[in-house]
């Protein structure tokens, strides 16, 4: 279940990489680098859910 969440939440981050790294948009680009390292980190899968979602959430709340 956390392999297939982290696979899931790092393309999702990789995609926000991208997307903010070609509209120069630093919340989306934060939101990316965040979701590709925080699977490393955090092993239960609850806490993963919560944290990928809050980072998902990120770029359409937080604008700079």
């Not at 696979?7 to 903010?20: H, R």
């Not at 925080?38 to 809050?54: H, N």
Request: charged residues 5%; without cysteine; glycine residues 12%.
């Amino acid at each position: 279940m956390d392999l297939i969440l982290g696979l899931i939440f790092g393309t999702i981050g990789s995609a926000y990489f991208v997307y903010g790294r070609k509209q120069r948009h630093p919340t989306a680009l934060f939101a990316g680098v965040a979701l590709i390292i925080f699977p490393m980190l955090i092993s239960q899968g609850v806490w993963l859910i919560i944290g990928g979602l809050a980072f998902m959430v990120l770029p359409f709340v937080v604008s700079l």
